[in-house]
């Protein structure tokens, strides 16, 4: 008789186990197990859409992100309420001033001793850093080079003055490859090899749910990322605010190493300290929310920027838009709640296994209460809410106490939806066969 080995054997005795059970159960299992393909093939379809559509623009991407209400609901649970603490916007709008379209992005050279100004007189507010949310090209205003001279200037100016600029840099992929992030090839940048200037590559993850950290290299046990380019430009403003944010949290770090994108929470534009810029360089208040007033003359007041990070961006409609589930916002808010959520340790780690896991045991529980219980059913209703109590407050926990985020809804419905179509079919076909045998005897 031939021997069976421990995997072969552990699979036949899965099989047999299968087979003892009633068919009801049996059933119940295969609606499970179709679940868990069914969320797989959807979350894959997903990646696929949203990786292969620019910013997710098209409807069905969109939508994708207006249904993630649920979403924010979850990583917002108790505590984890976000509130902006650690930066400032400071918005490029030629909406809010049409003067600006002498220093729009088809300016470029212009827009270069333009910013030039308005890096002198942000230095000058004594803010922790300044992040400006653009990259410059290495090739660029070569014939005109007063502006970018201006600019390197200003930004060398404030670093003495101890104020950090983080710029970005721009991480595009060679033609005809492969999503492996290895082989991202990075645009030339005017301040590669610039001592003065820290430099972030500004891509957002397709799921912009999510935040990533670094695009490359690699990280040591410290947490210092080599080449510290790699990192994206959230991370290097975040270190320039807390230069111990590594060692404050050690997860941070952890994320770091693997190169995992965990999930974080959005707050809208609105909720933000936002100061407009003019056409001659002052500054205006954006919102009423956060900006202080000066209270005797009722002018704005720039006091807020001091000790924070102050994010510099464009904010024109259609200009580096990017959908999230509080909406289409511009990358600089992107940027700021990657900051503001890297500084207020609110992150979550994915953790996909558990989401099937959690899944079909909800799903069981249901349908153990749903079959044992049927005599009863308010009793089974009972047991039923307290089942999906107690599934809520373990993912609620795990959000708030493990920082890891667990979503089983999409498994536990669809098995739910699969067993409730076959008992719906059966008593239809039931009811169908049991006509058939009444005109058969009558």
């Not at 430099?199 to 290299?217: F, K, Y």
């Amino acid at each position: 008789m031939p021997v069976l080995g421990p995997m072969r054997a552990s699979r036949v005795r899965a099989f047999l186990l299968l087979a003892r059970l009633p068919r009801r159960w049996r059933l119940s299992v295969f609606a499970a197990f179709l679940a868990c393909l069914a969320v797989y093939g959807v979350e894959t379809l997903v990646e696929s859409i949203l990786e292969s559509e620019e910013h997710g623009r098209s409807p069905l991407a969109r939508s994708i992100f207006e249904l993630s209400g649920l979403y924010q609901r979850v990583v917002t649970v108790g505590w984890r309420k976000p509130e902006p603490r650690f930066t400032t916007i400071v918005e490029l709008n030629i909406e809010n001033d049409p003067r600006l379209r002498a220093v729009s992005l088809n300016m470029v050279c212009d827009q270069r001793a333009f910013l030039a100004d308005l890096i002198e007189k942000l230095a000058a507010l004594n803010p922790a850093a300044i992040v400006l949310d653009k990259y410059f090209g290495a090739d660029t205003c070569v014939r005109h080079p007063k502006g970018t001279l201006a600019l390197e200037r200003a930004i060398a100016n404030a670093s003495r003055a101890g104020v950090p600029v983080v710029v970005g840099v721009y991480a595009a992929r060679a033609e005809n490859q492969s999503e492996e992030r290895s082989e991202l090839r990075l645009d030339p940048s005017l301040f590669t090899g610039n001592p003065d200037v820290t430099q972030g590559i500004v891509n957002i993850d397709r799921d912009s749910r999510r935040m990533a950290l670094r695009w490359c290299g690699s990280v040591d046990g410290q947490g210092t990322t080599q080449p510290e380019w790699c990192e994206t430009l959230a991370v290097r403003g975040s270190r320039k605010y807390d230069a111990q944010i590594m060692v404050k949290y050690p997860r941070l770090k952890q994320l770091m190493t693997s190169d995992t994108r965990p999930y974080v929470s959005f707050m809208r534009p609105e909720q933000f300290c936002r100061y407009a810029v003019l056409g001659d360089g002052g500054l205006v208040k954006g919102t009423d929310r956060r900006c202080p007033v000066d209270p005797e003359n009722g002018a704005v007041s720039t006091r807020y920027m001091r000790g924070k990070i102050v994010v510099v961006g464009e904010t024109t409609r259609d200009i580096d838009t990017h959908m999230s589930v509080v909406g289409p916002v511009s990358g600089v808010f992107m940027q700021a709640n990657f900051i503001e959520a890297l500084l207020d340790d609110r992150y979550f780690r994915p953790v996909p296994a558990l989401d099937y896991v959690f899944g079909v045991s909800m799903f069981l529980a249901v349908t153990w209460f749903g079959t044992k219980m049927h005599r009863t059913p308010v009793w089974a209703l009972a047991m039923i809410g307290l089942s999906v109590m107690a599934m809520v407050g373990l993912v609620v926990g795990l959000i708030l106490l493990g920082g890891l985020y667990v979503n089983p809804v999409g498994v536990s419905v669809l098995a739910l939806l699969f067993d409730g179509s076959h008992i719906a079919l059966s008593w239809v076909l039931g009811r169908a066969g049991n006509r058939v045998v009444a005109r058969e005897v009558s």
